[in-house]
């Protein structure tokens, strides 16, 4: 990771929608640009040290940056903010929403299963990825506009952490109404829009609906069950004894029941 990266605070210093000299406005302001925000799940899991969480974003990063050139967005067209544990990415409207889905989504999940496949668990990543479209403005601090916050609740939608739970997916990618309508409804490429899955939502002051993808899958071993108890009363065909028993050759001296078939 670069030298900004590590100070823990990223910005992608070519983006026109880099902070900019007070009154001077930005090439993006009032627009509706894409919103992608993204995080690493379970990022700040007790069994992962500070050496571990170095290389998850390292990783994320990796992925991230190599997904979106593979997908023909430069980084001249990007505003990256680092979030800890993801990142806030702002596109700009020159570039296609349609292409931050296909084939962003299949670079990321490819990428993230290949680093997976080898991973132990303490550096495995799977990540959350949430898309929307919105005017975004960016100030003296960042940015603002009401898309980040509606795009961070998408983003920590109770219905994606649990499938990502669940499955030991990869990558859950989850889009606003407007984006689905708009973009992933019409795909024609690898993604089937019909993988997506329509979700409700509710987070802090926000309800509204969704639409998921989960790529990856790798279900969660089961515990192994615990061997059963034999039966007090023993299977048929045995013999149970009870109480003091001596065993001397073939006879046997004490209490016993015998079970016939």
């Given amino acids: ?3 900004g990266r590590s100070r823990g605070f990223t910005r992608s210093v070519e983006a026109p929608l880099d902070r900019a000299p007070a009154g001077t406005p930005a090439t993006w302001t009032g627009l509706n640009c894409s919103v992608l925000f993204c995080d690493v799940a379970g990022f700040g899991d007790p069994s992962r040290d500070d050496d571990d969480r170095r290389v998850v974003r390292e ?4 992925v991230l940056l190599a997904a979106l050139e593979a997908s023909g967005v430069p980084p001249s067209a990007t505003y990256r903010e680092d979030r800890g544990d993801g990142a806030l990415v702002i596109v700009s409207p020159a570039v296609p929403t349609a292409t931050l889905v296909d084939p962003l989504a299949g670079h990321l999940a490819v990428a993230l299963r290949r680093h997976n496949h080898r991973a132990s668990r303490a550096v495995r990543v799977q990540l959350r990825v949430a898309l929307h ?5 960016p100030d003296a601090e960042g940015l603002n506009g009401h898309v980040i916050i509606q795009t961070a609740r998408l983003l920590e939608a109770p219905v994606l952490k649990a499938a990502l739970a669940d499955s030991g997916a990869d990558l859950g990618f989850i889009v606003s109404p407007f984006v689905y309508d708009a973009f992933v409804a019409h795909l024609h490429g690898p993604i089937d829009p019909r993988a997506f899955e329509r979700v409700s939502i ?3 002051e926000t309800t509204t609906d969704a639409w998921m993808y989960v790529t ?3 279900p969660v071993p089961a515990p192994a069950p615990a061997p059963a108890s034999p039966h007090p009363d023993g299977p048929e065909g045995t013999t149970v004894f009870s109480g003091k028993v001596e ?3 073939d006879m046997v ?4 029941i015998i079970h016939e078939h």
Avoid: E
């Fill in 133 to 137: 479209v919105g005017p975004v403005t």
């Fill in 1 to 3: 990771m670069d030298s």
């Fill in 59 to 62: 990783v994320t990063y990796a």
């Fill in 202 to 204: 509710t987070v802090k």
């Fill in 253 to 256: 001296l004490g209490n016993k």
């Fill in 247 to 249: 065993v001397h050759g």
């Fill in 216 to 218: 990856g899958r790798s």
